[in-house]
């Protein structure tokens, strides 16, 4: 067994919270960022989804991932740059005290939904919990654009 | 009209929800709240994690009979690489609880949440939570520990924090164990490992350790009484437990 079930499971379970909330028909795409230094194994976790999504209501649902490099900070001579997951020295001065200023993140970026009937944006139920964190970016879709 | 059946309906619309939230946030929550529960009680957690067999139960065993006289420890035992590791830990006169895993390989906060309502937390000064032998899937999930240890047996490879940079960059501590088996081999390179570690940019110490035939483990004993010391000098947190979570 491997990690990546219990992540896609999380995933499963907030994405369908999302829809929930949503009033949504179905879950068309989910976007998800992965750090090569979040311990994460994107084709691992795009198995996990293929499998596991079936029977909620991101069964047909598209996983989007999008993966990001790492990327680190020298203590010592304050340089930015990238870097190798195994290699975080700075690439100036050779500082090995570094900090990692990107690379480590495992989000859920955003999902997209299929709203069952026609609810105008403004009707739509609130957004709930950590409300900062949650918008709504409506996308004009023209007719047939979801057929 | 919708397009796909020509009736009044408008076609569907879709919307997308920025999100931008962890996916471990509810893992995440979990550990904070076994946090307050260890804070409320002074007691200091220590999550040791390794490969199966790097020697976590033995240097728990050397650990507790070096110990147990000044100080109160209990041993959550998550590792299913053999059965009896809290039989081994009980041995020695302390409380041992085995979390069973099934077939997961790694523990989460939910599941030390139930142990730990299991254990006299009140009474305790140390708890060590053994993970599951695994090197690359504990080291993404909080538990709520204080410190992370990861153990390295001279038995491995010495390059095995540039395999596994997660979990190793994630330890606020890496013990180098079974150095009594240095002598006996010759294609481990402690000083290989330490750099393959600093090349992890987090300047995590490495130290020493042999809890079988000459057993050393001064450095690790002095380890854990500083970070004992820290955390008796620790600010006791207000006892605030979300409520939502005590289900
Ligand atoms: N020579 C030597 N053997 C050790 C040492 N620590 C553990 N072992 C042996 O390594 C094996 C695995 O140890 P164990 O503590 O069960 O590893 P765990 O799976 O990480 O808990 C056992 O046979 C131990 O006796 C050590 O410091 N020196
Ligand atoms: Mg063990
Ligand atoms: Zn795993
Ligand atoms: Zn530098």
Redesign the interface.
Known sequence: ???EL??CQ??L??VAE?AAV?GA?AV?RVT?EIGA????DPALLTAAFAVMRAGSCAATAALRIESTGVR?ECLACGTESPAA?????CTQCGG?????VAGED?????????????PE?AQ?PP?PE?SG???????A?G????? | MCNTCGCAMKPADTVTIDVLQGLLAANDRAAAHNREHFDRHRVLVVNLMSSPGAGKTALLEATIVALRERYRIAVIEGDLETDNDAARIRAHGVPALQITTGSACHLDAQLVHAALHELPLAGLDLLFIENVGNLVCPAGFDLGQHRNVTLLSVTEGDDKPAKYPVIFRASDLVVLSKTDLLDVLDDFDPARAATALRALGGGVPMIHTAARRAPALGEWLHWLECELRARRAAPLRAPRVDAMMEA
Do not use: K, W
């Open positions: 067994m491997m990690h219990s992540i999380a995933l379970i907030r999302i949503n028909a068309e998800i230094l979040a311990g994460v680190i997951p195994n290699r975080l020295i090995y005290r570094t900090r990692v495992l989000r859920l970026r955003d999902v997209e939904l299929r709203l069952a009937g026609l944006l739509l957004v950590p964190l949650l918008r709504r970016r409506a996308r879709s007719p047939g654009a979801t057929a």
